[in-house]
C-alpha cells in the first residue's frame, strides 16, 4: 500500500486539473542513483492494466509490480517551503538513502 499525506494529494489534483488528459501521478524506481535504487515521477493519463492504483482525497497515484516490491508500505508528502518545494518520500524498505532524497538502497 502506497499513503498519501493531504499535502501530497493536494498538489497531485492541482496539477491534473491545470493539465489535460492527466489522471494521476504516476511513481515508480528505476535502477541507478548514488544509493541503487533512484524514484521516478512523472504524470501521467491513468492506469495501465497491471499499476496497482491508490487514490487519497480524489489524487491518484499508479505503480507497476515491479516497484511495489520496494515501495509497499510508503507514505507519500509533498512539502514547499522558501528554498525548496517536492515530494518527500518516506520509505519504510529504504535502508539506506542519499542526501539528495531522490535515492536508495532496499
Do not use: W
Not at 492541482?14 to 511513481?27: D, F
Not at 487519497?56 to 509533498?78: C, T
Not at 535502508?95 to 532524497?101: H, P
Amino acid at each position: 500500500m502506497i499513503q498519501l499525506t493531504d499535502s501530497a494529494a493536494k498538489r497531485i489534483l492541482e496539477v491534473v486539473e491545470s493539465k489535460e488528459n492527466i489522471g494521476g501521478l504516476r511513481l515508480g524506481v528505476h535502477g541507478g542513483g548514488c544509493s541503487g535504487f533512484s524514484y521516478a515521477l512523472q504524470f501521467d493519463a491513468g492506469a495501465k492494466p497491471q499499476d496497482e492504483v491508490f487514490e487519497h482525497n480524489g489524487a491518484k497515484v499508479f505503480v507497476d509490480p515491479k516497484s511495489m516490491k520496494v515501495l509497499d508500505g510508503m507514505v507519500l508528502d509533498f512539502k514547499a517551503d522558501l528554498m525548496q518545494q517536492g515530494f518527500v518520500f518516506n520509505n519504510p524498505n529504504a535502508t539506506q538513502t542519499c542526501g539528495c532524497g531522490t535515492s536508495f538502497s532496499a
